[in-house]
């Protein structure tokens, strides 16, 4: 069963994924220590990406495809005719910085999707990229989460502008969309609603 959550019209449901996530080569992971423990860590805007990974991946010739941030940028040319064919979208990391985005990609919405991955459901950085693609950048089109995505960070994903979810593949995607129904009424203003709750009700005194 596929474990692609998707909303479409405020519904969610399961859907088969017709995209093609594109992986870098395999490199050496940087390991470091972090209050104690060896945990799996990078610096926002940090480079994790050599050029002869860039140049190394393969890209299939045929169908839609989900690339890496470096990759789109770098063989842009290359893959110009396929993005104007709305069969490109891109994917970058948590502690890549939108920026090179940007200013490579003018009109975000000429990408059908942007992905974002997050390596630890712990971090947080993934809702801020949510956000400011939605807010500041005038994304409209499918924002998706994937890699550690669990049931309970959904409803705050979608709060953040995401609009599907790849489900971390020993969990049930079944069960976590009902994850997206937990809190009837938001206080506060986020993406999906931007006014918080004292503004959307009116009080008789």
Do not use: C
């Not at 017709?18 to 992971?29: E, R, Y």
Request: proline fraction near 3%.
């Amino acid at each position: 069963m596929s474990n692609l959550i998707q909303i479409t019209n405020g519904k969610a449901h399961i859907s088969n994924d017709d995209w093609t996530l594109v992986k870098l080569p395999a490199s050496q992971v940087e390991v470091r220590k972090q209050a104690g423990k060896i945990v799996l860590f990078k610096l926002t805007g940090e480079k994790t990406v050599s050029d002869e990974q860039v140049a190394n991946t393969v890209i299939p010739s045929n169908g839609k495809v989900i690339v890496p941030l470096s990759v789109l940028i770098a063989r842009k040319a290359e893959l110009q005719a396929r993005i104007d064919k709305n069969e490109v979208g891109v994917w970058l990391d948590t502690h890549e910085v939108l920026l090179p985005l940007i200013e490579n990609q003018a009109d975000l919405n000429r990408l059908p999707i942007i992905v974002v991955h997050v390596e630890r459901f712990a971090d947080g950085r993934i809702f801020s990229i949510g956000n400011l693609l939605r807010t500041r950048y005038g994304f409209k089109n499918e924002l998706r989460a994937v890699g550690d995505v669990l049931r309970d960070q959904l409803f705050f994903l979608k709060r953040s502008g995401f609009s599907s979810f790849a489900i971390r593949a020993d969990r049930n995607a079944v069960e976590a969309i009902a994850s997206l129904n937990d809190f009837t009424a938001p206080y506060q203003g986020a993406v999906d609603e931007a006014q918080p709750a004292f503004r959307r009700y009116n009080r008789i005194a």
